[in-house]
């Protein structure tokens, strides 16, 4: 069974940090890109960091010099490391894992942590 186990979320002030984690299990961890995504009120689930099978890491622009995306393929857990946050950091935030296998894209998601960055 296919379990992707998001935690770290929370409330705290403009300015602070948190690190999410994201544990796995059921699958070939280390054999997955994995991502974390974030979703606002209304609006669309959009892609905050990755970091692929080989530990390539890429970032959205707004986020860039401000969180960390890692791994531990030996915990089999993604990390993202939150520094001087925004409010419009605020979202719920999912780990993503995917992988492409006899050519069909298999992608797995977690149950989504919360973050709210608010005085």
């Known amino acids: 069974q296919v379990q992707l186990v998001e935690s770290g979320g929370g409330l705290v002030q403009p300015g602070g940090s948190l690190r999410l984690s994201c544990a796995a299990s059921g699958f070939t961890f280390e054999m997955y890109d994995m991502s974390w995504y974030l979703q606002a009120p209304g609006k669309q689930r959009e892609l905050v960091a990755a970091?692929?099978?080989?530990?390539?890491?890429n970032y959205a622009d707004s986020v860039k010099g401000r969180f960390t995306i890692s791994r531990d393929n030996a915990k089999n857990t993604v990390y993202l490391q939150m520094n001087s946050l925004k409010p419009e950091d605020t979202a719920v935030y999912f780990c993503?894992?995917?992988?492409?296998?006899?050519?069909?894209?298999?992608?797995?998601w977690g149950q989504g942590t919360q973050v709210t960055v608010s005085s």
């Open positions: 993503n894992a995917a992988r492409v296998r006899l050519g069909r894209r298999i992608n797995y």
């Open positions: 970091i692929t099978s080989g530990g390539t890491t």
